[in-house]
């Protein structure tokens, strides 16, 4: 038979069944008190008590007990037990239960002492050292965040003091270079007003010049009439005596009407040629660019990273599949295309260079450059063979004559050169341009040297006399370039809000406007036929304008603008150079 576990006690109470010793307290009813008051509610209590209490004469207002809360010390057992449900020390805590509780059945436990004030006390400071220590690690935070934040402000002060210091300084340095500036134009001043007169001068001299030359040539015109009329009317000896001393009369006023002023003449110097070349192209049948015949146009052959900075412009030589490429970190180099193989390179300008022309049999490269120079190649001697420093500017561009003996130059100096490559000097300087020379070109085979400025205007000047022959009015920006097509007969156009005109020659007019805007064009080339004209553009892009449709394509694959393009002799490629340092080669 199982043992049963004794019976523990908490607490034993008897209670005694003797009801006699009970005393019982009488309660005294008042009388006053009717069976109506079991039904009086609060509001009716606190009217009668107030009435109550005015007629005894106590004026003191009814003050209504606050509760309170008495906190019953804390015992022993009861400390203990909270502390081990605190730290879920479960089975302590029934063991602890279990001896607590025969304890206190034995009668072991007649008084459980209760827990010292100081241990919770201690308690209560060690709680509260806990919070003021979190909150002084807030506040630490907080310190070092406040004290980063303030050295990061001191930092942010004294750069900004430096920078405006330094702002104050140049802007001190500006005034005072702009004060500078104004005494140096104000220096100038009577040297332009001196350069307009004598120009004025010049100008009218030309005109009186060529009234004269007019009247010579009226006076000619009659003369030969005259002589017409005698030869005519006498057949003997004496008549061919008299056309003797006409003729002979005639060609002397021709060649006093004729002749230019005298001229220092250098020994060395080359002879400008007095008749123009004969254009083989002028009634030639020539091959028309592939893009017009070509389902879909050109499209990119190949592509290769030329120079180390921007390519900014392209030649080809005039007889093989050769091109020469021009750049920004002051080197010319020359590739085979289209396989893009590395020829030759050449090193000597101190700055960039902004132009490049083959020599019309090849054998020579001219350069032009920021450094102010033009500097002449020679392939078989494979070094510098001529340099001119006569341009106080950068040179934009150069373009070889059709003799090859001359070499034409463009500047920023507001100024085009003809320099002499035999005597190695400048026959002649073109002045008239008001503003930057961007480009130049010569006519095919002739004498006419070609420009183009940021005045907007295009002059054809002829070499012999140094004049300017005729001036085509239409841009309304600066043009970057221009050139003729292969027989000589139009002109294209491009200025710096991409638009393009195309100009009759042998007219002297507009043939025709096309919008390119608002990227500009850098340059204009026309194929050999003169059907296809090539537009590089600065959105990175080549416009292929189709003239007689009036069709406009473009070939991208730049990232970067445009800088020059151009056809190969037979129009079955087109090379493009931009300031992506990249050339593309199109077929």
């Given at each position: 038979m199982p043992t049963q576990d004794p019976i523990?006690?908490?607490e034993k109470v008897e209670i005694e069944e003797d009801a006699e010793s009970i005393d019982y307290e009488e309660v005294k009813c008042d009388d006053d008190v009717s069976d109506s008051d079991a039904e009086e509610d609060l509001e009716t209590a606190l009217r009668s008590m107030q009435q109550n209490l005015q007629s005894e004469g106590m004026q003191e207002a009814v003050e209504i007990p606050k509760a309170t809360v008495t906190r019953r010390p804390e015992v022993v057992d009861d400390f203990i037990r909270n502390f081990l449900i605190r730290y879920k020390m479960t089975r302590t805590l029934d063991a602890f239960q279990r001896e607590w509780y025969e304890l206190q059945t034995r009668g072991g436990l007649e008084n459980p002492e209760l827990v010292p004030d100081c241990y919770v006390q201690n308690e209560e400071l060690e709680n509260r050292v806990k919070f003021l220590q979190r909150e002084i690690e807030k506040m630490g935070r907080s310190v070092n965040k406040a004290g980063t934040q303030y050295i990061k402000m001191k930092k942010e002060r004294d750069y900004h003091r430096m920078h405006h210091r330094r702002i104050v300084q140049e802007k001190e340095k500006l005034f005072t270079d702009i004060r500078r500036l104004k005494k140096h134009y104000q220096s100038y001043e009577p040297a332009l007003e001196e350069l307009k007169n004598k120009y004025e001068t010049a100008m009218r001299e030309k005109m009186l010049t060529k009234i004269e030359c007019e009247k010579n040539i009226?006076?000619?015109?009659?003369?030969?009439?005259?002589?017409?009329?005698y030869e005519t009317a006498r057949a003997s000896a004496n008549e061919v005596t008299m056309s003797q001393v006409k003729e002979v009369e005639l060609d002397e006023i021709v060649q006093k009407a004729e002749q230019p002023k005298k001229t220092f003449v250098h020994p060395k110097d080359c002879a400008i040629p007095i008749e123009p070349g004969v254009n083989p192209d002028l009634n030639a049948s020539l091959p028309v660019a592939c893009h017009l015949t070509k389902p879909g146009?050109?499209?990119?052959?190949?592509?290769?990273?030329?120079?180390?900075?921007?390519?900014?412009n392209v030649a080809l030589h005039p007889m093989r599949d050769v091109i020469a490429t021009v750049s920004d970190d002051t080197t010319w180099k020359m590739w085979s295309v289209p396989d893009g193989e590395l020829l030759l390179t050449g090193r000597g300008h101190t700055m960039w260079i902004g132009g490049c022309d083959f020599h019309p049999q090849g054998t020579k490269l001219a350069t032009g450059s920021g450094d102010t120079s033009v500097k002449v190649w020679d392939f078989s001697e494979g070094e510098c063979v001529a340099t001119f420093n006569d341009h106080s500017h950068p040179v934009w561009g150069v373009a070889w004559h059709h003799s090859g003996n001359f070499l034409a130059s463009c500047s920023m100096d507001n100024s085009s050169k003809l320099f002499d490559v035999v005597s190695e000097r400048c026959r002649c300087t073109f002045r008239g341009h008001s503003d930057s020379v961007n480009s130049l070109t010569f006519l095919p085979y002739s004498n006419i040297l070609c420009t183009c400025s940021a005045d907007k205007t295009i002059s054809m000047w002829d070499i012999r006399t140094g004049l300017c022959a005729q001036t085509l009015y239409g841009h309304v920006n600066a043009i970057n370039n221009v050139n003729f097509n292969t027989q000589g007969t139009a002109i294209a156009s491009c200025d710096a809000y991409g638009i393009v005109k195309i100009w009759d020659v042998r007219q002297v007019v507009e043939i025709e406007t096309y919008d390119f805007e608002p990227h500009p064009a850098n340059s204009v080339k026309f194929d050999t036929s003169g059907a296809c004209l090539a537009v590089a553009s600065n959105d990175g892009c080549v416009k292929m304008l189709e003239i007689e449709k009036n069709k406009v394509t473009e070939l991208a694959g730049h990232e970067d603008g445009v800088q020059s393009a151009l056809f190969n002799r037979n129009g079955e490629m087109l090379v493009s150079v931009s300031s992506d340092t990249t050339v593309k080669i199109w077929s």
């Amino acid at each position: 038979m199982p043992t049963q576990d004794p019976i523990y006690y908490i607490e034993k109470v008897e209670i005694e069944e003797d009801a006699e010793s009970i005393d019982y307290e009488e309660v005294k009813c008042d009388d006053d008190v009717s069976d109506s008051d079991a039904e009086e509610d609060l509001e009716t209590a606190l009217r009668s008590m107030q009435q109550n209490l005015q007629s005894e004469g106590m004026q003191e207002a009814v003050e209504i007990p606050k509760a309170t809360v008495t906190r019953r010390p804390e015992v022993v057992d009861d400390f203990i037990r909270n502390f081990l449900i605190r730290y879920k020390m479960t089975r302590t805590l029934d063991a602890f239960q279990r001896e607590w509780y025969e304890l206190q059945t034995r009668g072991g436990l007649e008084n459980p002492e209760l827990v010292p004030d100081c241990y919770v006390q201690n308690e209560e400071l060690e709680n509260r050292v806990k919070f003021l220590q979190r909150e002084i690690e807030k506040m630490g935070r907080s310190v070092n965040k406040a004290g980063t934040q303030y050295i990061k402000m001191k930092k942010e002060r004294d750069y900004h003091r430096m920078h405006h210091r330094r702002i104050v300084q140049e802007k001190e340095k500006l005034f005072t270079d702009i004060r500078r500036l104004k005494k140096h134009y104000q220096s100038y001043e009577p040297a332009l007003e001196e350069l307009k007169n004598k120009y004025e001068t010049a100008m009218r001299e030309k005109m009186l010049t060529k009234i004269e030359c007019e009247k010579n040539i009226s006076k000619i015109s009659n003369l030969t009439t005259t002589l017409s009329n005698y030869e005519t009317a006498r057949a003997s000896a004496n008549e061919v005596t008299m056309s003797q001393v006409k003729e002979v009369e005639l060609d002397e006023i021709v060649q006093k009407a004729e002749q230019p002023k005298k001229t220092f003449v250098h020994p060395k110097d080359c002879a400008i040629p007095i008749e123009p070349g004969v254009n083989p192209d002028l009634n030639a049948s020539l091959p028309v660019a592939c893009h017009l015949t070509k389902p879909g146009g050109y499209h990119q052959q190949h592509s290769f990273k030329a120079h180390d900075l921007a390519v900014s412009n392209v030649a080809l030589h005039p007889m093989r599949d050769v091109i020469a490429t021009v750049s920004d970190d002051t080197t010319w180099k020359m590739w085979s295309v289209p396989d893009g193989e590395l020829l030759l390179t050449g090193r000597g300008h101190t700055m960039w260079i902004g132009g490049c022309d083959f020599h019309p049999q090849g054998t020579k490269l001219a350069t032009g450059s920021g450094d102010t120079s033009v500097k002449v190649w020679d392939f078989s001697e494979g070094e510098c063979v001529a340099t001119f420093n006569d341009h106080s500017h950068p040179v934009w561009g150069v373009a070889w004559h059709h003799s090859g003996n001359f070499l034409a130059s463009c500047s920023m100096d507001n100024s085009s050169k003809l320099f002499d490559v035999v005597s190695e000097r400048c026959r002649c300087t073109f002045r008239g341009h008001s503003d930057s020379v961007n480009s130049l070109t010569f006519l095919p085979y002739s004498n006419i040297l070609c420009t183009c400025s940021a005045d907007k205007t295009i002059s054809m000047w002829d070499i012999r006399t140094g004049l300017c022959a005729q001036t085509l009015y239409g841009h309304v920006n600066a043009i970057n370039n221009v050139n003729f097509n292969t027989q000589g007969t139009a002109i294209a156009s491009c200025d710096a809000y991409g638009i393009v005109k195309i100009w009759d020659v042998r007219q002297v007019v507009e043939i025709e406007t096309y919008d390119f805007e608002p990227h500009p064009a850098n340059s204009v080339k026309f194929d050999t036929s003169g059907a296809c004209l090539a537009v590089a553009s600065n959105d990175g892009c080549v416009k292929m304008l189709e003239i007689e449709k009036n069709k406009v394509t473009e070939l991208a694959g730049h990232e970067d603008g445009v800088q020059s393009a151009l056809f190969n002799r037979n129009g079955e490629m087109l090379v493009s150079v931009s300031s992506d340092t990249t050339v593309k080669i199109w077929s």
